[in-house]
């Protein structure tokens, strides 16, 4: 699988879009951009999948460039319980039994 | 949507002791799981999958005899930390794969102290 870059950490004021960013310059045709989120000792929760069209459901919207070599996370208006590690995962659909990696992720924190 | 169930969520033993965790799928079947554990302020680290019916396959650097997993129906996996130390101290979390849809969803993870 691919391989991500996000930024270490970001804030975001409550109320205000949160944009998180990530770079996947190699990822291949057949790989999807996956969001995940974890907040505080808690499991990773699903938010979102793209392969290349932006997508939007009830937590947030994906926007992926047009060569597909990067990617934002929009949750439209942050509150506070959206602060939380958000991990930006590149994988092929049909992996068969190959988990999910995560690499270090962002920390949003969302300031009241 | 579906759900993963975790139990304990938290549990403290002394050193020395063996704890079992189990993970349930608990409205689909998956014939893959997943163990993960996560230290403070780390990522999520891969320890071993597992599938129903056959032996777990452990990551580099994961004792097999140490941590015991078993798979045995579609709904229940379980890792058994034996002879737990303090530095077995951890978040494990565990992760079901859907064997229809194929997605991958995550239980709420148990916290493991050992003293």
């Known amino acids: 699988d691919a391989k991500t870059t996000q930024p270490t950490s970001m804030d975001c004021a409550e109320g205000r879009a949160a944009n998180l960013p990530c770079n996947h310059s190699?990822?291949?045709?057949?790989?999807?951009v996956y969001w995940y989120r974890q907040i505080h000792s808690q499991g990773p929760q699903y938010i979102i999948h793209?392969?290349?069209n932006n997508e939007t459901n009830e937590m947030a919207s994906l926007i992926i460039t047009e060569d597909r070599k990067s990617s934002t996370l929009i949750l439209p208006h942050a509150t506070l319980r959206d602060t939380a590690v958000y991990y930006c995962?590149?994988?092929?659909?049909?992996?068969?039994?190959?988990?999910?990696?995560f690499g270090k992720g962002t920390r949003l924190s969302v300031i009241a | 949507g579906a759900v993963v169930s975790q139990h304990p969520s938290w549990v403290i033993c002394k050193s020395g002791t063996s704890v079992k965790i189990e993970c349930r799928s608990l409205?689909?079947?998956?014939?893959?799981m997943f163990w993960y554990r996560q230290f403070p302020k780390q990522s999520l680290m891969l320890m071993a999958t597992?599938?129903?019916?056959?032996?777990?396959?452990?990551e580099q650097g994961v004792e097999k005899d140490k941590f015991l997993i078993n798979h045995a129906s579609l709904t229940l996996s379980t890792l058994t930390v034996t002879s737990a130390h303090p530095e077995d101290s951890s978040f494990y979390i565990c992760?079901?794969?859907?064997?229809?849809?194929?997605?991958?969803?995550f239980g709420p993870g148990t916290r493991l102290t050992v003293t």
């Open positions: 992760s079901a794969r859907d064997r229809w849809g194929g997605e991958q969803y």
């Open positions: 190699t990822i291949s045709g057949n790989e999807y």
């Open positions: 793209g392969l290349k």
């Open positions: 995962i590149v994988r092929s659909r049909n992996s068969g039994n190959t988990p999910l990696v």
């Open positions: 409205d689909f079947q998956a014939t893959t």
């Open positions: 597992s599938n129903e019916g056959s032996k777990a396959t452990y």
